[in-house]
């Protein structure tokens, strides 16, 4: 158990609409990053926040976005949503969000559009 | 933009051989490079780093190594067992951004 929980499992919804998936990092950790793994693109980076603020951003598309809370859990929000984005979405955390830092992962929520 | 290569996409070794997977990067300026092991089903977890002042790192049956000069870095299981069986991916931090490799499947024949 790698400490870090991804809300929901699995999501099922149609295309246009908007999803929210959750995630709360290991106890202790201030960074919070996003990636996306799809069959055709692998694992890719999204964005990553340090308490709060956003600090890197990746392969990120405008329809999506996300926040970091005071209790630093993170919410990714992906709107408009097309058959293209299902995919398996992971979180993962970090102490200090330094590029040298180990990342642990959540076990991911799987977004299904129908 | 940076990429990460990583070879073989699928690699069959008898229980008991060693298994070695191999990627190269792009940035010259990447300093850490993490392996991850992903099991159906789950996350990827961290099995493995080495950061770019060490060549060779070890920890029981795993081992990574690393050439700065050539870019490239690679993971040596030994003494493989069913358990090991899984997605490995290789990474290395470019620019404040991880990349991924795309990935080998592992399986174990017993």
């Known amino acids: 158990d790698s400490g870090v929980t991804q809300t929901p499992k699995h999501l099922i919804t149609a295309t246009g609409q908007r999803v929210t998936l959750r995630c709360s990092p290991r106890s202790g950790d201030l960074s919070v990053y996003w990636y996306q793994q799809s069959l055709d693109q692998g694992l890719q980076f999204l964005i990553q926040y340090y308490n709060g603020e956003e600090r890197a951003k990746g392969n990120i598309l405008e329809r999506f976005s996300a926040q970091q809370f005071p209790d630093l859990h993170s919410e990714l929000n992906l709107s408009s949503l097309e058959l293209g984005d299902s995919a398996l979405y992971f979180c993962?955390?970090?102490?200090?969000?330094?590029?040298?830092?180990?990342?642990?992962f959540g076990d991911g929520t799987r977004l299904s559009i129908l | 933009g940076e990429n990460v290569e990583q070879h073989p996409s699928t690699l069959s070794v008898q229980e008991g051989d060693s298994a070695v997977i191999k990627c190269t990067y792009s940035d010259s300026a990447s300093n850490y490079f993490p392996w991850y092991k992903q099991e159906l089903g789950k996350g990827p977890q961290l099995i493995i780093d080495?950061?770019?002042?060490?060549g060779e790192k070890k920890d029981q049956r795993i081992a990574v190594t690393l050439n700065k000069t050539a870019k490239h870095f690679s993971l040596h299981i030994t003494e493989t067992q069913p358990e090991d069986s899984a997605v490995y991916f290789c990474?290395?931090?470019?620019?404040?951004?991880?990349?991924f490799g795309s990935g080998t499947r592992l399986s174990i024949r017993p």
């Open positions: 993962a955390s970090s102490p200090h969000g330094e590029t040298r830092e180990p990342q642990h």
């Open positions: 990474a290395a931090w470019s620019a404040s951004k991880i990349i």
């Open positions: 080495i950061r770019s002042n060490v």
